[in-house]
C-alpha cells in the first residue's frame, strides 16, 4: 500500500477519548434497573426425601447389576440345555448309524459266505463258468 494512505488510515482509526461526562450521561439515558420481586420456586426436599435421593442411585445401579447377573445366569443355563440336546440327538444319530453299519457288514458277510460256498462246490460237467 501507498504510505499516505496507511498514514490517513492511522489517524482515522487512532483511539480518541471520550468527552468529559460521557459516561454519567449514558447512565442516566439506561432505564432504571429493577430487582426482581418474583422469588424463584426451588423445591427443597425435606431431610428424610434427601436422604433416600441420596440412595437412589446406587440402589438403581445395584439392581440393574443383579438383573444382568440373573439375566446372564438364565442364557448361559439356556445355552448349557441346547448344546446337552444337540449331544443327545449327534449320539442318537451316530448310535443309528452305527446300527446301520453293522446290518449292512451281516448282510454283506451273509453274501460273501455264500459266494464262498458256491465257489467250494464242485461243479457238474458241461455247467456254465458264468451262469447270469
Known amino acids: 500500500m501507498n504510505e499516505p494512505f496507511e498514514d490517513q488510515l492511522r489517524r482515522a482509526l487512532r483511539p480518541v477519548d471520550a468527552p468529559e461526562g460521557f459516561a454519567e450521561r449514558v447512565l442516566a439515558a439506561l432505564p432504571e434497573r429493577r ?16 436422604q433416600r435421593h441420596r440412595y437412589l442411585m446406587p440402589a438403581a445401579l445395584a439392581a440393574s447389576l443383579l438383573c444382568a447377573v440373573f439375566v446372564g445366569q438364565k442364557v448361559a443355563t439356556q445355552l448349557q440345555e441346547r448344546a446337552q440336546q444337540a449331544q443327545r440327538i449327534a449320539d442318537e444319530r ?20 455264500r459266494a464262498y460256498e458256491a465257489m467250494q462246490e ?3 460237467p458241461g455247467a456254465e463258468e458264468n451262469p447270469t
Open 35 to 50: 430487582v426482581a420481586s418474583v422469588t424463584p420456586i426451588v423445591a427443597v426436599p425435606p431431610p428424610v426425601a434427601r
Open 122 to 124: 464242485p461243479r457238474a
Open 94 to 113: 451316530g448310535r443309528e448309524a452305527s446300527r446301520e453299519l453293522m446290518q449292512a457288514l451281516r448282510i454283506t458277510s451273509q453274501k460273501l459266505d
